[in-house]
Every structure is written in C-alpha cells, then in structure tokens.
C-alpha cells in the first residue's frame, strides 16, 4: 500500500436486523485494521434492530475496548444512524462502510492512499451488484442532487468512504434519511473540502434484507431534499489554517 497520512481512524458501521453479518463484517475489520497498525476504534451503531443486532453489537464491545456499540430506540433511519457514528467517532479520521456485507472493508486500502490530497475519499462502486430498478433510481437520485444542491461526486450515496473528522466540526447534519450523503457531501463541498474517488467491488448480498427501496424510504429523501435544500446551499466556508488539510482537487 502507498503511504498513507491516515494514523488514527474511527471506523464504524449503521446496522438494522443484521444479526446474520454484524460478527462477520466486525470481525473482518478487527484483522484489516490491525494489520495496517493503526491507532483505531470500532463503533457498532445499532439504529432500533428488532433482531439480535443489538445484543451481538454488545457482546462484541464486551470483549475488545476499541469497539464500542451504541443503541438507537426507535429506530432513527440511515441518516440518524449515520450521524450518530460520526458525532461519537474520536479519532482524527472517520471511515464508514454500511454493515450489510455489501463491502469488503479490506478495500480501505485504496482510499487511504489519498487522503493526502482530499479531505473526503469516495469509494464509488465497481459493477454496482444490485437490480436494474434500484440502479436506475439510484442515477436518477445522484443526478437530481448534484444539479440541486450544486456539487459534483461520483456514486454519490456509496457507503464506502473516508473523512477528514474536522469536518463535522464545521457543518451540521439534518439529514435522518437516503439523504445524508448527499448533504454530507454538499455541505462539505460548500465549506471548502475537497472530494477524490476511487473504485471499489460492490459484493452481492448474502444475509439480511435490503430496506433502502421502501417507499417510505424514498419520499422521506425526497421530502428532506425540498426542506433542507436552502441551508444546505447556505453551509459556510470553514476558518482553516494555512496549509491545513487538502488543497484544490488537480
């Protein structure tokens, strides 16, 4: 692997009814993140399961004091768990990945690499392994966004991504649903941070049921996109240090 400035990094993980891959995608990012010797933590967010999540997620924090699980009750949806996981990470970067399985987390080893030049490194997905319908609303979805909120990103809702921490210093995060990408990515854009892309392989699902293609799911994004449109475009530039973080894209 390249050098990479990335030393300490929070890694965490939204979960709903994964019970089938939560021990699984955990155990997998113990071994990838001790054997790149970083200073890491795990945070299991359990967003209102009505499995056994919740009590794997504990039972894993139990045994290693680098994991740490936190329960939502109810259920807050994909942006709240989201912003949950990056409130409580403590480490100067923050990698999430979704809990499905869909990603193979070993693949951080792309996007640490190039977190020298970007603040945020988006793992966009390879041979997306998903249907058609959910493919084509998925390009309809990230071209309406980016015209909208005014930014540009590839595979805008991949959940496959590097963050510089201080950024959540300098935005706010409304978004409690499909959303949050998006606006993470806007307001960042908005701020002055900067974006890079690197492709990743997209797994098929082996366990658990997909829950991102409910309707409710869809014109709950749809609502927050109209309502949070206008703050959005209004997110401040950050106060940074000369030299601080990544400079212009090339």
């Given at each position: 692997m390249a050098e990479s400035i990335v030393r300490s990094l929070t890694v965490f993980f939204p979960?709903?009814?994964?019970?089938?891959?939560?021990?699984?995608?955990?155990?997998?990012?113990?071994?990838?993140?001790?054997?790149?010797?970083?200073?890491?933590?795990?945070?299991?967010?359990?967003?209102?399961?009505?499995?056994?999540?919740?009590?794997?997620?504990?039972?894993?924090?139990?045994?290693?004091?680098?994991?740490?699980?936190?329960?939502?009750?109810?259920?807050?949806?994909?942006?709240?768990?989201?912003?949950?996981?990056?409130?409580?990470?403590?480490?100067?970067?923050?990698?999430?990945?979704?809990?499905?399985?869909?990603?193979?987390?070993?693949?951080?080893?792309?996007?640490?690499?190039?977190?020298?030049?970007?603040?945020?490194?988006n793992g966009y997905r390879l041979n997306r392994q998903d249907n058609l319908v959910r493919r084509v609303n998925a390009f309809c979805w990230g071209t309406l966004v980016k015209f909208l909120l005014k930014f540009q990103a590839r595979d805008v809702d991949s959940a496959f991504k590097l963050y510089r921490a201080e950024i959540f210093g300098h935005i706010d995060m409304k978004s409690n649903g499909a959303l949050i990408d998006a606006e993470i990515l806007a307001r960042a854009h908005r701020a002055g941070y900067t974006i890079g892309h690197v492709g990743v392989r997209h797994l098929q699902r082996v366990a658990g049921q997909q829950t991102g293609a409910r309707l409710s799911v869809i014109l709950l994004a749809f609502e927050e996109l109209l309502r949070l449109r206008k703050s959005i475009l209004a997110t401040p530039r950050a106060q940074r240090q000369a030299g601080q973080g990544a400079t212009k894209q090339p």
């Open positions: 979960f709903y009814n994964e019970e089938a891959n939560i021990e699984g995608v955990t155990r997998v990012a113990v071994e990838t993140l001790e054997r790149l010797g970083l200073d890491w933590e795990i945070i299991l967010v359990d967003d209102g399961s009505r499995d056994r999540t919740g009590e794997l997620a504990d039972r894993l924090a139990a045994a290693d004091p680098r994991i740490r699980a936190i329960h939502h009750d109810p259920n807050r949806g994909y942006g709240g768990a989201l912003q949950s996981g990056f409130r409580n990470a403590t480490k100067e970067w923050i990698f999430y990945t979704d809990g499905d399985g869909q990603f193979d987390i070993r693949q951080i080893e792309l996007l640490l690499p190039l977190a020298g030049r970007y603040d945020i490194v």
